[in-house]
């Protein structure tokens, strides 16, 4: 039984900047994608970014140029940087994994280990 706890969440103006961390914990087994996803009151839960193993990466159209996804394998932790923030952005970011090969998806059904969200709130 593993475990992701997320931090680096909080409360930034139009324009900011936060980075996002995911702790990673308790796996024995390997990990093949990881990414970041992120649900808005009154909406579905949507796919961030992700990155696999291998370091393939797939960023939602949202938020590319703007967002970075990373890892640090020996610290077994995911980041995410997010720069020029906005309003949109507001939402609950979850960490995410799952133990299949390939393509990472973006796809939050796809991910089978979540952990507990970290607030994001973006003001105007």
């Known amino acids: 039984q593993g475990q992701l706890v997320e931090s680096g969440g909080g409360s930034v103006e139009s324009g900011g900047s936060l980075k996002l961390s995911c702790a990673a914990s308790g796996y024995t087994y390997r990990t093949y994608s990881m990414g970041w996803f992120r649900q808005a009151p009154g909406k579905e839960r949507e796919g961030v970014a992700v990155i696999s193993s291998t370091g393939s990466i797939r960023y939602a159209d949202s938020v590319k140029g703007r967002f970075t996804i990373s890892q640090d394998n020996a610290k077994n932790t995911l980041y995410l940087q997010m720069n020029s923030l906005e309003p949109e952005d507001t939402a609950m970011y979850y960490c995410?994994?799952?133990?299949?090969?390939?393509?990472?998806?973006?796809?939050?059904?796809?991910?089978?280990?979540w952990g507990q969200g970290t607030q994001v709130t973006v003001s105007s």
């Open positions: 995410a994994a799952r133990g299949v090969a390939g393509y990472p998806p973006l796809y939050p059904a796809s991910y089978s280990y």
